[in-house]
Every structure is written in structure tokens, then in C-alpha cells.
């Protein structure tokens, strides 16, 4: 019964889920967080068991592991023999294009992409480098964010700036939330009962972070995110689409430094800038009891989306499915409902009481004549990453 460890090491955080691969089964799972910070806690979960949830200092990863490996000891179901360990890697670049067995020449490679993710690789890294250290024969794979959108033609990957500053910088577009978007798109071919490469789909994950691809033949043609998780939708906290010109300006006006920009448009806009809350269920709330900066963030919201579904269509030429995954996709029908809405001459069409159904399983939510299905899929990233791990390790 090979078991898969995922990691996903964070600046501060350490999330990890224990699966049993021959029934794809999630054995435990857990989070630290706030590590070398104030109010460190770990929060270890096995099976439907209350979680164990430790409140003490975590000074730093190597100590936040050791916290992790004790919770298997002591939380009853140790971590037992692993075939592999996979870790989440932001940033690939477009030479780290496939799942990567890590040795030597690996970690020189994802260190190589360190100043395109500056706040996500070296932390990755280091989740790696304490994961070898402490199982040194067990075999470790990085699984990239960026991978499955490599296969972007170059019309759609390319920015109209200085060819030659573009190659010598890297400056293109690389697209994250890959393993997402692979994983709900092969789970909605799946659920509708056809090859994956015969379905043009758009998918769009909307989590905290969000962005929208466009899937031909299970293949990735173009994806919003770009050199960074900046660009395209609006998120959370970041911005999405904007005039570059916008940067110029709030540092020519406004005085602001350009890390005072990347901290407002990464951290300080999106729904948080544009209603006051970047949790979706708040913006929700407050629209719901008449606020109108909550309601015209919405508005802006999946008017947003509802354009790139639009620009997707027109890249796929033909559209079968649209697909709704993370937390807000998955939960929210009012912004499913938000999305969908002026789609019809697209073909796209809901079924309201199928949009309000809840469950945590894939479901059709379009009327059974829709030209195109909608489709809402709960994401795994987890799973697609011990999946990958394994078929590395395996050949
Ligand atoms: P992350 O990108 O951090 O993995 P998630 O995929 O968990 O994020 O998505 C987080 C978002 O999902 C938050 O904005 C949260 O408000 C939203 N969300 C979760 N449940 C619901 C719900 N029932 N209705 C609306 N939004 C929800």
C-alpha cells in the first residue's frame, strides 16, 4: 500500500496531507502556521478523530517539521513507510515543465527561478531541503504550479515588450494554480463520460487567489494569471487586469515606492480594496444587507470573469464546458449565478435549483439541453500532486 507525503512549505506555514495511494485515500492532514512568529499553532488532523491542535513557538521550518512528524507519532496514525514525498512548487519557469524527481541539479533549477517567486521558492526550497534531510532514502518529487500551462502557444504567452529584454529577463506569462486546473479538468471529462481530448473546457478556479484557463484537448492554451499571480481576475487582495500606466502614475502622484505598489496591488486591492473584506462570504453578507461597495465589488467581480469566459471562448472556438472549483467556485452560487448571467449567447445556461444544490462531489448544474455544461468541481491540488509524485516515482 504505497502512502504519499504532500508538502507544501510556505514562509511561515507548513501544510501537509498523508494519502494511501491505492485507495487515493487522505490518511491525515494538517497545517502550521505562523512560524517564527507569535501565536504559532499546529493543527493535525486524522480521519474524522478531533483534530490535534497544538498551541506552542515554532522558531523555524526545520522545528516546524519535527512538530509534524511528532503529531503522526502521537496522533495515533504514525506516517508508516512512504514511496515518495511530493512538494508544491510555485514556480517552474518554462524549463521545469514536467514533475520533477529532485536531486542536485533540480534544486539548482528551482533556486535558478527564485527571482520570478521570490516570496514562494525559497521557502518551497527549504521545505524540500529539510524533507530530504530528514528521510534521505525516501524519493521526493516538485510538482509545479506553472507546469501544465507550458503548453500555451507562444501568441498567448508572449508580452508585447522588447523581445530581446524578454528573453534575457524571462518576462512572459506563465500561468499558476496548474495543478488545479489539470486536476478539475480531467474530473470533468470524467464526470461527463468523455475523453478529455476530445472537450474544449474553461476552468476557472476562484479561491482567495483566482484564475481562469483555457483547456483544448485536456492541453492548457492560455491561462490568466501571468509572470506573476497579479494579473488577471480580481482576487482577493491582488488587483488582476489593470493599465500598467496605473504603476507609473501612484508613483509619480502619489509618491509611492515600488514595493509600496506591489504590496497595495497584492495585498491591499481586490474585493479587500474594493468592498472592505476579502473573505467572499463577507462581501456577500454585506451585500446582501444593502451595501452598496459590497454589491458593485461583486458586480466587478464576475463581470470580470464573465469577459474572460468570453476572450476563452474566442481562443477555443468551440466551448463544451464551463467548470466552477475552490472555495468561492464551489460555494458560491450566488457568484455562479453572477458569472453565468449575459453568457446565454455563448450557449451557457444554469439551472437554479441545480446552482443552489450543495456537494462535495462534481455535479452538473446547467439544464440537461445546455449547449455548453456547466459544471462545478471540487478541486484536489493535494491528490494531483501524490498522484504525479507517484507516476514520477513509478516511471
Ligand atoms: P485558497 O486560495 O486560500 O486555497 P480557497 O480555495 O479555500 O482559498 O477559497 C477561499 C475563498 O472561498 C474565500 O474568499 C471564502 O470566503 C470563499 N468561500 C468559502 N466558502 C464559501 C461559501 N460558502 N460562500 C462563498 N464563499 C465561500
Known sequence: MPRVLVVNTGSSSIK???????????????????IGEAGARLTHRTGDAEPLVVEERVGDHSEGF????????????????????????????????????????AIAAIADQAPLAPLHNPSNLLGIRIAMASFPDTPQVAVFDTAFHQTMPPRAWRYAVPADLAAQLRIRRYGFHGTSHAYVS??????????????????????????????AGGRCIDTSMG???????????????????????????AGLSVDDID??????????????????REVERRAAEGD?????????????????????AAALGRLDA??????????????????????EGLGVALNPKRNRS?????????????KVAVLVVPTNEELEIAEQTLAVITG
Open 358 to 370: 450543495r456537494s462535495g462531489r462534481p455535479r452538473t448544474i446547467s439544464p440537461d439541453d445546455s
Open 66 to 105: 519535527e512538530r509534524v512528524f511528532r503529531a503522526f507519532e502521537t496522533a495515533g496514525g504514525p506516517i508508516g513507510e512512504l514511496a515518495g514525498i511530493g512538494h508544491r512548487v510555485v514556480h517552474g519557469g518554462d524549463r521545469l515543465t514536467e514533475p520533477t524527481r529532485i536531486d542536485d541539479a
Open 322 to 343: 464551463l467548470v466552477f472549483t475552490a472555495g468561492i467556485g464551489e460555494n458560491s452560487d450566488g457568484v455562479r449565478a453572477g458569472v453565468c448571467q449575459g453568457l
Open 186 to 215: 480531467r474530473k470533468a471529462a470524467e464526470h461527463l463520460g468523455r475523453p478529455a481530448g476530445e472537450l474544449n473546457l474553461v476552468t476557472l478556479h476562484l479561491g482567495n487567489g483566482a484564475s481562469v484557463a483555457a483547456v
Open 292 to 312: 452598496q461597495a459590497a454589491a458593485e465589488a461583486l458586480d466587478v467581480y464576475c463581470y470580470r470573469i464573465r469577459k474572460y469566459v468570453g476572450a476563452y
Open 227 to 253: 509572470l506573476t499571480p497579479l494579473e488577471g481576475l480580481v482576487m482577493g487582495t491582488r488587483s488582476g487586469d489593470l493599465d500598467p500606466a496605473v504603476v507609473f502614475y501612484l508613483h509619480r502622484e
Open 263 to 280: 504590496d497595495l496591488l497584492n495585498k491591499r486591492s481586490g474585493m479587500l480594496g474594493l468592498a472592505g473584506a476579502n473573505d467572499m
Open 16 to 34: 501537509y496531507q498523508l494519502f494511501e495511494m491505492d485507495g487515493r485515500q487522505a490518511l491525515a492532514s494538517g497545517l502550521v502556521e505562523r
